[in-house]
């Protein structure tokens, strides 16, 4: 039910815009996020947004370089990535819950399948 696009092979430096389609009509109501996972390691928080897209919130090394907002009129969540460093290279899961305890925490009730973000020094 939901559908990431928009992962690639860039250089550091560049600029990378993560889609997020959600099939159902549930979108409006539920809190959004982007979280990754890099091999070897666990997955991780990076951004999430609030229902209303009133409140944010970023893991603290993207924050200032990344940017996620959402269209609930066309039930999809984005990810602007700039400035992109090696160290983001990753599997970038979008994910969505109506609790935002279960959201940040990585409990989330949907996620996506993946796309993949590699980031070449």
């Known amino acids: 039910q939901l559908v990431e696009s928009g992962g690639g092979l860039v250089q550091a430096g560049d600029s990378l815009r993560l889609s997020c389609a959600a099939s159902?009509?549930?979108?409006?109501?539920?809190?959004m996020g982007w979280f990754r996972q890099a091999p070897g390691k666990e997955r991780e928080f990076v951004a999430v947004?609030?229902?209303?897209?009133?409140?944010?919130y970023y893991e603290v090394s993207v924050k200032g370089r990344f940017f996620i907002y959402r269209d609930n009129a066309n039930n999809m969540v984005y990810l602007q990535m700039n400035s992109l460093k090696p160290e983001d290279t990753a599997t970038y899961y979008c994910?969505?819950?109506?609790?935002?305890?279960?959201?940040?925490?990585?409990?989330?009730?949907?996620w996506g399948q993946g796309t993949q973000v590699t980031v070449s020094s």
């Open positions: 994910a969505g819950d109506s609790d935002w305890g279960r959201l940040v925490t990585g409990r989330s009730e949907y």
């Open positions: 947004i609030d229902w209303n897209a009133y409140n944010d």
């Open positions: 159902t009509g549930f979108f409006a109501d539920y809190n």
